[in-house]
C-alpha cells in the first residue's frame, strides 16, 4: 500500500486512500457533538434503529459503488465521475454540482462542529472585548483558512496529517468506553431550560451526515493507485468500522446516563462521561478538523472533474503542483463556498441540507448499479458483482427517507437537479465517453415491444404510425409536412427514400441518412429515417410496405405522392392493391395544379358512402386541425344529395354527429346540380387549403389494369382541385368507432 507517485497524479492506496479518509470523516461532529442529542430524543431502540437504517444505506450504496469500480477505471470526482459514465453527462452534471456544494457546506459543517466545541470549554478572545457570536465566526474562519492553505499545497502531506489524527480518535473512544461518570457529573443544574424533543424523521436528518464518509475516499478517487481494489475495500471496512462503534456507543451512553434530558442539553456528554476528558476534547478538535479537511480534498476534485468535462468554464480544472494535479482553483472556490456557510455556523441548520443531497447522490449511484445489473450489457462484468435488486433496493431508500425527512426539501433538491440537468443538456456538450442511456431505452423498448405483442389495436387507442414514402424531404416536402401534421407529440413517423441499387453502399446509405436526420431535425420534424436500396422506386416502395417495422411496430398507415405518368399507372395501381392487401391504411397526397387562395385555411372532407374510409378520414382531419400549421383552419364535413328533400335530413344528421362527437367542425350538404360528383367538389372546395376525399378499395376479383384504370380515372376527374388527399382504409380497425359514428349515420 506504499504510495508512489505517477505522471498524472498521486497514487494512494486503500488505507491512505480510501479507509483512513473515509473513516475520519464517519466518526466526525456527529459522533462527538449530537450523539447524546440524538439519544435523547428518541432513545435507545430508536437510535439503534436510525443507526441500522442510515448504516443500511451507505453500505447499500457501498455495495454499488464497489461493483461500479471493479467494472470501470474510476476517475477523477467521484460520485460525479461515476453517474456522469453510467448516466450520461447531464445526469453527472445535474448531481455533481449540487454535490459538489453539499460538499463545500460539509467543510463549514464540520468547522462549526470544531468552533462549538472550542466555545464550550470557554471564549478564547472574550479577553479582547470580542462576544461570543462574533468569536465563533472568527475562528471558523480563521480554521477554514488554515485547512485550505493545507489542502491547497498538497493533498499527499494533509493525509499523512489524517494518521494522527486517527490516532487521537482512538484514544479519545478508549477513553469514553473506560468512563464512569459520579452522579454529580450527571446532575442537571437547577433551573435549566429543556429543549422539547425532536421528531424521528429530523433526528434521522441531523445523524445522516455521520455515515456519508464514504463520499471522502471516493472523492479521491483519481488519486488512487488501484481504484478498483481499493474503492471496495476501503469503503466497506469504513461502513463496517463506523456502524460497529455507532451500535455500541448509545448502548453504553444509555447504560451509564438515565436522564434523557441530560443527553437533550449537553453537547459534550462524550466529554462528561469520559475517564479523562482532554482526549475527547482532543477527539473532537481532531474528528472536526480532519472530517473537515477530507471535504476540503473532495469538493474541489468533484469541482475540478466537472471543469475537465466541460460542464463548468475548464481553467477551473487546471492542476498544479509538481505532479500538475493539485486543483488550486477548484480548492478556492470551495473555500469561498465554505466562507459564506462558516457564516450559518449552526451544526443542526446545515446537517439536514447535507443529508439531502447526499442522500440523492447515493439515490443516484445505487440506480446507476442497478440498471447497469438490469440491461446486462456484455461490457457490464464487475469483479465484485452485486444483484440489481439490492442495488435499486438502495435507491428507493434514500429516496423513501428524502421524502420522509422533508417532502418539500426533497422537491427542492430534484428541481434543482432537473434544472441543472435542463441548462447542461441545453449546451449539447459532446461526451467522448459511451454511457448506458441507450441500454436504458433498449431495455424499455424491449419490454414494451413484448407486452404490446399480446395485444391487439383497438379503436379507442388508435393513431397513425405513418411511413412516409417521400424520397428527400427536400424535393417533397409536402409529404413530409403532412406526415408531421399528424403524427406528431403523438404517433411515430418515418421518412423513407429508394437508393437505386448501382449507387448502393453501406457508407452512402448512412451519410444519406444522416444528411436526411439532419434536415429533419432542423425543421423541428421528430421522424425515424430509412433509406433502401433497390433497382426502382416502385419494387423499394413495394419492399419497405411489406417489411419494414419490428413485431407489433409496424406502420399501420402509408403515406405517398400521385404519379401523373401514365406508364407508371399499372405499376403505381399495384403498389395501392399491395398496400390494401396487407392491411395498411393508404394516404395518397396530391399537389394542387392551380394556386390557391391567400386565405386557403379550410379543411374540406368529403363523406361518401364508405363508413370505414370517413371514419379513418374525420380522424385524420382532426389530427391534422391539431397542428400548429392548421391550428386556426376551419373544418367543414360536406356532403351531397340528390334532392331538396334529402338535404334537411342529412344536415340534421351532420350536425347532430358534430355535436355528440365533440368536433370542431361545420356541415354543409349540398344538392347535385351537376352531372359529374367531380365538378361539384372542384366548385364547392376551390377556396379550400386541403381537401380529404375518400378511395375505392380493389374489389377482390379485380384485375390489375382494371384497378389502374380506375387509378387513372381519378387523377383525370380530379384534375385542377385544391392539395387533395384520397384516403383508403384497410387496417381491421371499425374506423367509425375510432371517431364515434354511429349505425345511424
Known amino acids: 500500500m506504499g504510495e508512489t507517485k505517477e505522471k498524472n497524479g498521486y497514487s494512494f492506496g486503500m488505507f491512505k486512500g480510501v479507509y483512513t479518509p473515509s473513516v475520519l470523516t464517519i466518526f466526525g461532529v456527529i459522533m462527538y457533538l449530537r450523539f447524546g442529542w440524538v439519544l435523547g430524543n428518541v432513545g435507545l431502540a430508536g437510535t439503534l434503529l436510525i443507526v441500522t437504517m442510515a448504516t443500511a444505506i451507505t453500505f447499500l450504496t457501498g455495495l454499488s459503488i464497489s461493483a461500479m469500480a471493479t467494472n470501470m477505471k474510476v476517475g477523477g470526482g467521484g460520485a460525479y465521475y461515476i453517474i456522469s459514465r453510467s448516466l450520461g453527462i447531464e445526469a453527472g452534471a445535474a448531481i455533481g454540482l449540487p454535490l459538489f456544494f453539499a460538499r463545500a457546506f460539509g467543510i463549514a459543517f464540520y468547522i462549526a462542529g470544531f468552533t462549538e466545541a472550542l466555545m464550550a470549554l470557554g471564549n478564547p478572545l472574550a479577553s479582547l472585548g470580542i462576544g461570543p457570536e462574533l468569536a465563533s465566526r472568527i475562528i471558523s474562519s480563521g480554521t477554514l483558512v488554515l485547512l485550505t492553505a493545507l489542502a491547497y499545497f498538497s493533498a ?261 437537479t432537473a434544472l441543472v440537468f435542463y441548462l447542461v443538456k441545453r449546451r449539447q456538450l459532446n461526451a467522448h465517453w459511451a454511457d448506458m442511456r441507450y441500454g436504458i431505452l433498449y431495455l424499455l423498448v424491449r419490454f414494451a415491444i413484448h407486452r404490446l405483442n399480446r395485444l391487439k389495436p383497438d379503436e379507442r387507442t388508435w393513431r397513425p404510425n405513418i411511413l412516409a414514402l417521400s424520397g428527400s424531404p427536400k424535393s417533397r416536402w409536402h409529404l413530409v409536412e403532412m406526415a408531421h401534421a399528424l403524427t406528431q407529440h403523438s404517433s411515430a413517423l418515418t421518412v423513407s427514400s429508394i437508393l437505386p441499387v448501382e449507387d448502393w453502399s453501406a457508407e452512402k446509405v448512412q451519410s444519406m441518412e444522416r444528411s436526411m436526420r439532419d434536415y429533419l431535425e432542423k425543421r423541428e420534424v421528430e421522424a425515424m429515417v430509412k433509406i433502401f436500396p433497390s433497382p426502382d422506386m416502385i419494387s423499394g416502395a413495394r419492399a419497405l410496405v411489406r417489411a419494414y417495422g419490428y413485431g407489433p411496430l409496424i406502420p399501420n398507415t402509408i403515406l405517398l405522392g400521385d404519379t401523373e405518368k401514365r406508364d407508371n399507372f399499372d405499376e403505381f395501381a399495384e403498389l395501392i392493391r399491395l398496400v390494401y392487401r396487407v392491411k395498411r391504411n393508404l394516404i395518397m397526397l396530391r399537389e394542387s395544379e392551380v394556386e390557391p387562395p391567400e386565405d386557403a385555411d379550410e379543411i374540406h372532407v368529403w363523406w361518401g358512402g364508405n363508413m370505414d374510409n370517413i371514419g379513418l378520414i374525420i380522424t385524420l382531419a382532426y389530427q391534422i386541425q391539431k397542428s400548429p400549421i392548421w391550428k386556426q383552419s376551419k373544418l367543414i364535413i360536406k356532403t351531397i344529395v340528390k334532392t331538396e328533400d334529402e338535404r334537411d335530413a342529412a344536415c340534421s344528421r351532420l350536425e347532430s354527429f358534430i355535436e355528440e362527437q365533440r368536433i370542431p367542425a361545420e356541415a354543409k350538404v349540398l344538392i347535385k346540380d351537376l352531372p359529374s360528383f367531380y365538378d361539384i367538389i372542384r366548385n364547392a372546395s376551390h377556396n379550400a387549403g386541403l381537401v380529404f376525399m375518400g378511395m375505392r378499395a380493389p374489389y377482390e376479383d379485380e384485375t390489375d389494369d382494371a384497378y389502374a384504370e380506375y387509378y387513372g380515372n381519378l387523377m383525370e376527374a380530379t384534375k385542377e382541385m385544391p392539395p387533395l388527399a384520397f384516403v383508403l382504409a384497410a387496417e381491421n380497425i371499425e374506423f367509425r368507432k375510432v371517431i364515434g359514428i354511429s349505425e345511424r349515420v
Not at 248 to 276: C, E, G, Q
Not at 284 to 289: D, I
Not at 390 to 396: H, N, T, W
Open 156 to 416: 499527499d502531506l494533509a493525509l499523512k496529517v489524517q494518521f494522527a489524527i486517527f490516532a487521537a480518535i482512538g484514544v479519545s473512544l478508549v477513553s469514553f468506553f473506560m468512563g464512569n461518570p459520579t452522579p454529580e457529573a450527571l446532575a442537571i443544574p437547577p433551573e435549566t431550560l429543556i429543549p422539547p424533543k425532536a421528531s424521528f424523521w429530523v433526528v434521522f436528518a441531523v445523524f445522516f451526515p455521520a455515515v456519508t464518509g464514504i463520499e471522502a475516499g471516493l472523492g479521491l478517487s483519481g488519486d488512487l493507485k488501484d481504484p478498483a481494489k481499493s474503492l471496495p475495500l476501503g469503503t466497506l471496512l469504513a461502513i463496517g468500522t463506523g456502524y460497529l462503534v455507532y451500535m455500541v456507543m448509545p448502548i453504553f451512553l444509555a447504560y451509564k446516563v438515565h436522564d434523557s434530558n441530560l443527553l437533550l442539553i449537553d453537547s459534550n456528554i462524550m466529554t462528561t462521561v469520559a475517564r479523562w476528558s482532554i482526549p475527547i476534547v482532543v477527539g473532537v478538535f481532531a474528528a472536526s478538523l480532519s472530517s473537515a479537511l477530507g471535504s476540503l480534498l473532495g469538493a474541489p476534485r468533484t469541482l475540478q472533474a466537472l471543469a475537465l468535462d466541460r460542464v463548468i468554464p475548464r481553467f477551473i480544472g487546471k492542476g498544479f503542483g509538481k505532479d500538475k494535479a493539485d486543483p488550486r482553483i477548484a480548492t478556492a472556490i470551495s473555500f469561498a463556498v465554505a466562507l459564506g456557510a462558516v457564516l450559518l455556523g449552526d451544526l443542526n441548520l446545515i446537517a439536514p441540507i447535507l443529508s439531502m443531497f447526499f442522500l440523492l447522490s447515493y439515490g443516484l449511484l445505487n440506480l446507476s448499479a442497478g440498471l447497469e445489473g438490469l440491461i446486462e450489457s456484455p461490457s457490464w462484468r464487475p469483479k465484485f458483482n452485486v444483484h440489481y435488486g439490492i442495488s435499486l433496493l438502495g435507491a428507493a431508500a434514500c429516496f423513501a427517507a428524502m421524502l420522509m425527512i422533508d417532502a418539500g426539501a426533497t422537491i427542492l433538491a430534484i428541481l434543482v
